[in-house]
């Protein structure tokens, strides 16, 4: 594709950029929402639970974060990558033995690999802290119901049903759980993460058998007496490579949280979590325009459309870059303060949350790399790219968690983020001539 020249800018190329910028005030309303609630529950949670019970909490979850994307087996992204052209297309068949295959695959192996890693953490539960093992058991039991909550999500990001697709993940599943964790608070017995966990799992599976029930009525007219085409091969080698990536990924950025939990107490596990929560808001405005953006780009690539991909990179990355430099200074300025909502022994993290929201920085500058090679079928760069990040970076967590702490784990997670992010900024300008970095703002700044 770099190879190619791009066509001169036609209304049809308007038309197609102005489609795949559709929903943008939709979608970042959403995401400041979401970013919101999501946390206020993690600090009301940290004054509920206390932080001992927090960092347990957050541990399960790390790890059941991990466990999710073997089990997921890539299927959420390749919706994402197929049912935006199947919708174009008005390829019901295809489009139905997709959402068949991906439901199917998706509860069947989070079923057998849940229960199966429940067991194994119950069998090694003397390698572990006591405290961990049935939080952990209990959310590794209900890897279903956590991967078909993210397919859901993608299935509706895929299609256009913005508001489906998120408002139940991320507004309506952390309302309910911060009503859930306030009645446990108040009834006596006291939110303890062997409570809060079957909680969360609970209220997941009621959000995505609403939401699936949605998408049924939906898509009833179109698919209803349609016979499904099942293209599995192609479907599982699309796969292959986005769980590899995604696996590596979640493995880079789970890493510190798990080593955390291996060397320190719970409390710190609690303390870390909070830094990265705060951090992460550096990107939120980032990630929304990534989820927008991201069956845009499959579907302009499909059409070999390099200049609308560019166009639409160049568009969205100033919204990308000037958020996440406010979020960053005023966190920078004041984050001491933002830390103590959790409580004031939460600021001992400060240092590991600033290193982390600089790193949340530095890569919205580099763009959104991997999103572009991901929805362009090279997803295999970004699976070795994260491959190599995750072993320095869980070499770097053990050398540097015993001696430095939160910091370290938060140095060798931050340098990691940025080297993988740099490297696929690079394939993305040999693979297909684009550059989605903030460099590509400077170029055109600098035309007479």
């Given amino acids: ?32 929402a979401a970013a919101a609630i999501a946390y206020v529950s993690i600090v009301l949670l940290a004054r509920w639970m206390g932080a001992v019970e927090l960092g347990i909490y957050t541990y399960a979850f790390a790890w059941l974060a991990l466990a999710s994307i073997p089990a997921g087996l890539g299927l959420p992204t390749v919706c994402v990558r197929f049912l935006p052209a199947y919708f174009q ?44 093992v049935t939080p952990l058991s209990i959310a590794l039991g209900g ?13 509706g990001r895929a299609s256009g ?67 499904a085409t099942f293209e599995s091969a192609l479907w599982m080698r699309t796969a292959f490579s986005i769980v590899l990536f995604e696996g590596f990924f979640a493995l880079l950025g789970q890493t510190d949280i798990v080593l955390v939990g291996v060397f320190l107490s719970p409390q710190d596990v609690a303390y870390y979590g909070a830094a990265v929560r705060t951090a992460i808001l550096v990107r939120f405005v980032t990630d929304g325009v990534g989820t927008l953006i991201g069956p845009g780009i499959a579907q302009l ?22 958020s996440a430099t406010a979020v960053f200074l005023v966190l ?52 070795w790219a994260y491959f190599a990040a995750a072993l320095v970076n869980v070499a770097g967590n053990l050398l540097l968690i015993p001696r430095f702490g939160l910091p370290g784990a938060a140095f060798s997670t931050a340098v990691t983020m940025i080297g993988a992010d740099l490297f696929l900024r690079l394939r993305v300008g040999r693979r297909l001539g684009l550059d989605p970095s903030v460099t590509c703002l400077l170029r055109r700044a600098a035309r007479p």
Wanted: glycine fraction near 12%.
């Fill in 332 to 383: 920078a300025a004041a984050g001491r303060h933002v830390l103590a909502l959790f409580g004031q022994e939460f600021t001992v993290a400060w240092p590991a949350m600033l290193l982390l929201a600089g790193a949340n920085l530095i890569r919205t500058a580099i763009g959104p790399g991997a999103l572009v090679l991901n929805m362009t079928g090279h997803q295999t760069d970004c699976a």
């Fill in 143 to 155: 890897l279903a119901e956590m991967t078909t909550l993210v397919l859901a999500s993608q299935v």
């Fill in 161 to 227: 049903w913005l508001a489906l697709a998120y408002a139940p993940s991320q507004i309506v599943y952390p309302v309910l759980l911060l009503a859930a964790v306030a009645w446990l608070s108040r009834s006596g017995g006291g939110p303890t993460a062997a409570r809060v966990v079957p909680i969360s799992l609970g209220i997941a599976a009621l959000v995505v058998g609403a939401q699936i029930t949605l998408y049924a009525r939906r898509l009833a007219g179109r698919l209803r007496g349609t016979a």
């Fill in 1 to 32: 594709m770099s190879g190619q020249t791009s066509p001169p800018e036609s209304s049809e190329s308007v038309g197609d950029l102005r489609a795949a910028l559709r929903g943008t005030g939709l979608v970042l309303s959403i995401r400041v």
């Fill in 301 to 322: 690539a499909s059409r070999h459309r390099s200049g609308e991909m560019q166009r639409l990179l160049r568009g969205t990355l100033p919204w990308s870059l000037l």
């Fill in 89 to 132: 297309a008005s390829d019901w068949p295809r489009l139905k033995g997709l959402l068949l295959f991906a439901f199917g695959a998706t509860l069947a192996i989070g079923l057998g690999l849940g229960v199966s890693a429940a067991i194994g953490v119950r069998a090694l539960g003397t390698a572990l802290r006591p405290d961990y």
